[in-house]
Every structure is written in structure tokens, then in C-alpha cells.
């Protein structure tokens, strides 16, 4: 049953949460048939027609509970995944579903005709009326599955139509006047935003800025100098795109803007306004404060990206910097300059993400409630966006994100607890593999995090003693 397009630790997952439920309606129709049995010999009834009918509906009953289980769990794996809902999705689930009713439908063929002769009923075999009771129950089921997953397909085209405009919203609606730099939104929601509103069939222009030696100016007057230069520069920017775009901390000295709806012309005409307003801020000391910029617009460029239209408008501001800086460049569509080009990358921030380290331990992991204790040791703002458990490789639970990306920030020198309740759960994760672990077992706490706009991924590696019996593991030791 693979029709879905999803990878394999997808399909694991949506097996496990499928044989989870299964174990339950296995239980819950077991009983059901028990009480048909009981309740026909009671009145006398256990080798009659009536009784047969019963046990059919039963069946179909059960069958529809299965087939919903199934369309359930691979729908769930399929949102966790990112597979894109779409026709070709709905056609895998139904074919998925349609495998099991077959498999279904044989065993209760099978069932009702065995109880046939074992109730030494005057009919040998299924008469037409239980045949026919069959066919339609489960020709019913395999429609009402195709008829709410249609639905469901189109509530997702809605939806999506929805999240267009409010990109284009959002991209239009800006900043009301940011006090700071860093209250600007962060690049992982610049692609976002871009993305979005591209996939909405929105023209729109990318500013890509970035600050004239404003590591002299860091050097010589400091950080808290800089940190004031860079916040003076985002409100004239601010100011300069007349709320017209959104305005987005890249990483560093560098920003980017959003123009929805801005041609090339137009988008260049507001990037000389920006310049203009950065270069008349005047001197940072003895240094003249001034910007680079690069310009490039979504219908001048075949690509459909959002990381390629900042790559472009980044190599567009490079130019700019390579011509002395304090000037505006367009990005040009002339032969060869579609290749996909080499990003660049803040010089300093490499240097300062990699000396990032955090402190990790496992503080409790009992059945679905865990703890993990998470310190930041450095000097740099820490965003954890995603937390798993693996073992050799391999995920013992889904990825767990954060509701809001600010609910497990970590600032300089800080710590906090983060709980969270792992699906599937990781005790049973490995109970169910081919040959389960004993006691030490070693496992890895992973967390993908966001730091000055780039992605760190931190693995932290623990002993823990595995109590299947009570769903709890407990930690031992950190390596």
C-alpha cells in the first residue's frame, strides 16, 4: 500500500498511527460481533437469515471505521511531510483505501460463509440478498471516502487562494515604524512571504541592501555605535518605502525589501530613495554611513523561487559594492545571467553562528509528557525551530515545532525548559522495531535552530534506560 507519494518516514509514521487505531477497531468490532451472537441466541435466532444480515452490516460498519482510520493517518503524514494536497494525493489515498476494502470484503465473504455452514442455515452459501448487501456497503464506503476527500481538496484550494492575499497583504502592510533592526522580521520569513505571494501569481521586486564598510564603523566606535547606525538606517529606509513593501533583517549589516506589485523601474526609482536617505544621515564618526543595492524583478527572471530572486538581487547588490559602493544596480537578464549563482553569505556571521553552543539534557520522558533543558551559552539570540529524539540516524518521533517561533527563543546567555509531546512516542517507537534495545540505550536530542538568519543543527547524544512497561525513559548520562 505505497500509492502516496510520500517518503519512507512518512509512511512509517502513518503505518504506526494506521496499526495504533487498527488494534483499536479490531477491539471494538470484536465486542460488537459478540453482542450480535449473544443477542440472536438469546431469542432463539443464531441460525437465521436476520442474523446474517447483522453480521454483514457489522461488517461494512467496521470496514467504513478502517477505511476512515487509513484516509486519517495518511493525511496526517502527509501535512507533516509538506507533500502537496492535490489530485494526484487524493488519487493515492483512494487507491490506498480501496486495496484495504478489497482485503475487507474477502474476509467478510469468507466469515459470513463459514458462520453459514457452521449455523447449518437451509442456504449453502450467500444467497443474492447478502451478496448485494455486500457489494453496495462497500461501493458506499469507497464513495463517501472519495466524496469528503474532494471536499477536503477543495477547502485546500480555498485556502490556499486565502494565504495569497493575505501574503500579499502582509508584504504590503510592512512595519509600522520599527524602532530597532531587530524588530524586523527575520529572512526565514522574508522566503516565506516571497514564496507565498509568488505562488499566488503576485509580480513583485526585491531590494537587496547592504551597508558600505560598516565593519570600520563597528571597529572604530563600537558595537553599541553600530547597533544605533543600523536602527537609524532601517527607520529612513522605513520611512523611504512609504509603506508601500516590507522591510526584512537579512543577517548583519544587510536588509531586504519587498515591493508587491513593483516593476523594475518602479522598484529602482525607491531604491535610489532609500540611498539617498542612508547616505544623508550624514558620518559615523569619521566614516561616511552609506549603502550598496541591488534591484531585480519577479518578471524579469524566469525563476519561480524566492531563494533565487534574493540570490539575484544579492549578486546585484554585490555589483554595486564592486563599483565603489553608494549606488543602485538592477539585476539584468542578459545571456547566461539566468544560472543559478553562488549565494553569498554575510562574512562575520558564519564565524558567530559556529561559536554558538547550547547545553542540552533530558529532564523527563514519561510516556508522551518530555522535558529537555536547553542552555544558550553564548553572546547570540538562539531560535529553536524544530525538536526530535533519533537513534542511529533514525527519527523515534515526528519532528516537533514551536506554535510560535518565539515560544522556545533563547536569549544570550539564558536558558529554559522546553515540553513537548512526541508523536509517535519514542518508547514505543522502539519497542516496535525488528529487534528492541535494552537498557543503555543511546539516543540523540536534536535541535534545528535559527541564528542571525542561518540554520545551525545541534545534536546532543544521551544514555537513557528504556522502561517499556511504563512508557518512561530515564536519562543516565550525557555525553
Keep these: 500500500m505505497r500509492s502516496m507519494p510520500l517518503d519512507k518516514v512518512a509512511q512509517q509514521y502513518a503505518d504506526q498511527l494506521f496499526t495504533k487505531r487498527m488494534d483499536e477497531l479490531a477491539r471494538d468490532h470484536g465486542q460488537r460481533i459478540r453482542t450480535i451472537n449473544a443477542d440472536f441466541a438469546k431469542r432463539g435466532l443464531a441460525s437465521t437469515g436476520p442474523r446474517m444480515q447483522a453480521l454483514?452490516?457489522?461488517?461494512?460498519?467496521?470496514?467504513?471505521?478502517?477505511?476512515?482510520?487509513?484516509?486519517?493517518?495518511?493525511?496526517?503524514?502527509?501535512?507533516?511531510?509538506?507533500?502537496?494536497?492535490?489530485?494526484?494525493?487524493?488519487?493515492?489515498?483512494?487507491?490506498?483505501?480501496?486495496?484495504?476494502?478489497?482485503?475487507?470484503?474477502?474476509?467478510?465473504?469468507?466469515?459470513?460463509?463459514?458462520?453459514?455452514?457452521?449455523?447449518?442455515?437451509?442456504?449453502?452459501?450467500?444467497?443474492?440478498?447478502?451478496?448485494?448487501?455486500?457489494?453496495?456497503?462497500?461501493?458506499?464506503?469507497?464513495?463517501?471516502?472519495?466524496?469528503?476527500?474532494?471536499?477536503?481538496?477543495?477547502?485546500?484550494?480555498?485556502?490556499?487562494?486565502?494565504?495569497?492575499?493575505?501574503?500579499?497583504?502582509?508584504?504590503?502592510?510592512?512595519?509600522?515604524?520599527?524602532?530597532?533592526?531587530?524588530?524586523?522580521?527575520?529572512?526565514?520569513?522574508?522566503?516565506?512571504?516571497?514564496?507565498?505571494?509568488?505562488?499566488?501569481?503576485?509580480?513583485?521586486?526585491?531590494?537587496?541592501?547592504?551597508?558600505?564598510?560598516?565593519?570600520?564603523?563597528?571597529?572604530?566606535?563600537?558595537?553599541?555605535?553600530?547597533?544605533?547606525?543600523?536602527?537609524?538606517?532601517?527607520?529612513?529606509?522605513?520611512?523611504?518605502?512609504?509603506s508601500k513593501g516590507k522591510m526584512y533583517r537579512y543577517g548583519g549589516d544587510e536588509f531586504v525589501v519587498v515591493l508587491p506589485n513593483f516593476n523594475s523601474t518602479e522598484a529602482q526609482a525607491t531604491a535610489e530613495r532609500i540611498k539617498g536617505a542612508i547616505e544623508g544621515l550624514g558620518p559615523a564618526g569619521d566614516l561616511r554611513v552609506t549603502a550598496s543595492i541591488g534591484v531585480v524583478c519577479s518578471d524579469q527572471t524566469q525563476s519561480g523561487t524566492a531563494e533565487d530572486l534574493v540570490n539575484f538581487a544579492d549578486h546585484a547588490m554585490y555589483d554595486s559594492k564592486q563599483s565603489g559602493g553608494n549606488r543602485v544596480t538592477a539585476h539584468t537578464t542578459s545571456a547566461g545571467s539566468e544560472q543559478i549563482l553562488p549565494k553569498r553569505t554575510p562574512s562575520d556571521i558564519p564565524r558567530r553562528v559556529e561559536a554558538v553552543e547550547l547545553s542540552i539534557s533530558l529532564r523527563q520522558a514519561v510516556s508522551q509528557n518530555y522535558i529537555v533543558l536547553v542552555k544558550n551559552e553564548s553572546d547570540e539570540e538562539v531560535s529553536i525551530r524544530k525538536l526530535t529524539l533519533e537513534r542511529n540516524g533514525l527519527e523515534l518521533s515526528q519532528p516537533t515545532i514551536p506554535k510560535e517561533a518565539e515560544e522556545w527563543m533563547l536569549a544570550p546567555r539564558s536558558g529554559r525548559q522546553l515540553a513537548w509531546d512526541p508523536t509517535p512516542d519514542p518508547v514505543v517507537t522502539l519497542q516496535m522495531s525488528q529487534s528492541p534495545p535494552t537498557s543503555p540505550i543511546d539516543i540523540e536530542i536534536v535541535l534545528l535552530c535559527q541564528i542571525l538568519g542561518m540554520r545551525k543543527e545541534f545534536k546532543r547524544k544521551i544514555l537513557v534506560a528504556a522502561d517499556y512497561r511504563n512508557h518512561r525513559l530515564d536519562s543516565l548520562s550525557s555525553w
Design 56 to 242: 454483514v452490516a457489522a461488517g461494512i460498519e467496521h470496514a467504513e471505521e478502517v477505511a476512515q482510520a487509513r484516509v486519517e493517518s495518511l493525511l496526517l503524514s502527509h501535512e507533516k511531510a509538506g507533500s502537496p494536497f492535490d489530485q494526484q494525493a487524493v488519487e493515492g489515498i483512494i487507491n490506498d483505501v480501496a486495496q484495504i476494502c478489497e482485503v475487507r470484503k474477502g474476509s467478510l465473504l469468507q466469515e459470513i460463509a463459514l458462520t453459514i455452514r457452521r449455523a447449518n442455515l437451509a442456504i449453502p452459501a450467500l444467497d443474492e440478498a447478502l451478496q448485494r448487501q455486500i457489494d453496495q456497503g462497500f461501493s458506499s464506503v469507497l464513495a463517501r471516502v472519495r466524496l469528503d476527500l474532494t471536499i477536503k481538496l477543495s477547502e485546500a484550494a480555498l485556502e490556499a487562494r486565502e494565504v495569497a492575499r493575505a501574503a500579499s497583504s502582509a508584504l504590503s502592510s510592512g512595519v509600522d515604524s520599527p524602532s530597532s533592526a531587530n524588530d524586523l522580521p527575520s529572512r526565514e520569513d522574508l522566503l516565506t512571504d516571497i514564496n507565498s505571494a509568488l505562488q499566488g501569481g503576485k509580480t513583485l521586486s526585491v531590494v537587496f541592501i547592504d551597508l558600505d564598510r560598516f565593519k570600520l564603523i563597528n571597529d572604530s566606535l563600537g558595537h553599541q555605535a553600530g547597533d544605533k547606525c543600523l536602527d537609524t538606517v532601517v527607520k529612513v529606509a522605513s520611512e523611504a518605502i512609504h
